[in-house]
């Protein structure tokens, strides 16, 4: 009963309007009761006029500063059922557009459940195991003895390095390591993908994700501010408070909403005589379909979306997906899986294979590129330790330079090493493969051969793409042309532009011909690009925190299906909110027609009205579902390819 009070405590302080009607209406209809007709009448016209005058005043300002709103129906509706003495349908129409905000707020509220479902599982408690603490878990008592041991702290007091206990069932609170030997966790709410991911020990775990039925031990290796799960809740809250645009799309077919109704309205009463007759024409022509329906849709789209582990940053960049013609293409770690791994070292005369790859490794671990850590790795393998620099530079899309014991080494693309020596040869590659070159105090040292596997669906994701009406793809990438044309043929890409700097993939994006153009890439490189695009969508799962940031479309799967699945979502979402609004006016229309011949009085019209708002409104909840039509077990294309040192 406190719960009911509260709740009806917060609503008339939220929606006043709502309030003073409701309460309006019950004195006037005890008024009618009494015989107090007079009564009635007045205090139901008078508080018609007022909420007129507020509406006003907001109309006029709108229509002061060019905006020629869906107010103006409403607000001649109101004067016209007052002056010819409807003042029931008058009160019906105040409470229909008072109610109107809270009606969509109850919309919206179950359009975004996902969107909140995503903020309301955020993470607030950690168990911190102490320093040193015998949690070992050969013992089968040790998780229990571990509970024992865990201090209780808010999550974001857990610093880099903590050990956390993580109980069955709750949340991980912050990304990290797994130090127990086997645990499964489900990732629904980051990847949308519903089956449990099993992890062994020393494998990564994701803030977010849920733990299964053992309790277990991890390694914090970021902060919350840091982690996966924070990350996607600040791109969720943007997405949420972000407006979806409401007002372009009600603004389409507003003014001819308003002058269509109001000619239907005009001649009901000029062929009639009856001034009632236009009142009665009115009440029909409220806007509650146009200003409630597509919100309400947007909402739902991108719920749907988050859902299914994409998160869309507003309605507008829906929108902007939806109407899209074409789609760019970032390659190494977009296209590909952005894994490289070597495949041979070719040293020139004076040097050894192992000492080229010690080279290369002791300057790439300076550059940020993912086809660094490949020869980091690659020398590890190798039992090759890099040694630090004296100095040195990444030059972005082209390589490292870096002072190692007194000589000078470049390793990167071949036109970066050719600067410094221009006898430098190209190597001999296989398709799909790449090289990259090094030189030594201005001498061409020798190449490495790298190789990367293009994601296996890829090519169904562009094949999806298509079905959809992105029918232009191009691939832009800072590889060399003949690696890029070989990954873009083994995926479907029709055009390529290769060797591109930062700038150069913006200038690229500006030039493309059929608009919108979506951009997908992974990288910090990307950043600038995704920025430009019209919608730009980063590859979150693994993209760097700047790609993020500057999208519009963030990615939490690593998966390349998610870009057709993200189109798909926005046109069916498009679709319906297009759709409710069409319904809405079409049988406002048909409505509005029979009542210019007299066959709806003013309260039945009116009344009428609110099963119109209410048939457009659970249309375009509609948005919330739809059939999954890429699924990662599509038709799947497997081709070896290559990367190269750059943007990629």
Known sequence: MVINRLSVSRALRRYPIVAATVVVITAVLLLLGTGAETAAAWIASLFTLGVVGLTGVGMVRDILRGHWGLDILAVVAMLATVAVGEYIAALIIVLMLSGGEALEDYAAGRAKRELNALLDRAPNVAHRLPSGADTGDPDPGAHN???????????????????????????????????????????????????????????TVMSGSVNGTHAIRIQATATTADSQYQRIVALVQEASESKAPVVRLADRYAVPFTAVSLLIAGIAWAVSGDPVRFAEVLVLATPCPLLIAAPVAFMGGMSRAAGSGIIVKGGAVLEQLARAKSAAFDKTG?????????????????????????????????????????????????????????????????????????RTVRVGKRRFVAEVDPQTRPVDLSPGQMGVYLSVDGRFAGTLVMSDTARDNAAATLDGLRSLGITDTVMLTGDGLATAQSMAAAVGITEVQAELLPQDKVAAVAALPHRPVIMVGDGVNDAPVLAAADVGIAMGARGSTAASESADVVIVADDISKVAAAVDISQRTLRVALGSIWLGIALSIVLMLVAAFGFIPAVAGALTQELVDLVAILNALRALHGRKLFQRTAKRTTVQTAAVSGSG
């Open 145 to 203: 003895h571990a509970q024992g041991l865990a201090e209780d702290i808010p999550a974001t007091e857990v610093a880099v390095g903590d050990i956390l206990l993580v109980k069955p069932a709750e949340v991980v609170p912050v990304d990290g390591i797994l130090l127990s030997e086997a645990a499964s966790f489900d990732e629904s709410s980051l990847t949308g993908e519903s089956m449990p991911v099993a992890r062994t020990e020393g494998g």
């Open 334 to 406: 977009t296209l590909t899986y952005g894994r490289p791994e070597l495949v041979a070292v070719n040293p020139e005369p004076g040097f050894t294979a192992d000492g080229l790859l010690a080279l290369a490794a002791s300057a790439e671990q300076y550059s940020s590129h993912v086809l660094a850590a490949s020869v980091l790795t690659a020398a590890e393998q190798r039992g090759l330790q890099p040694v630090p620099a004296d100095t040195a530079q990444e030059v972005a899309t082209n390589g490292v330079e870096a002072l190692i014991g007194g």
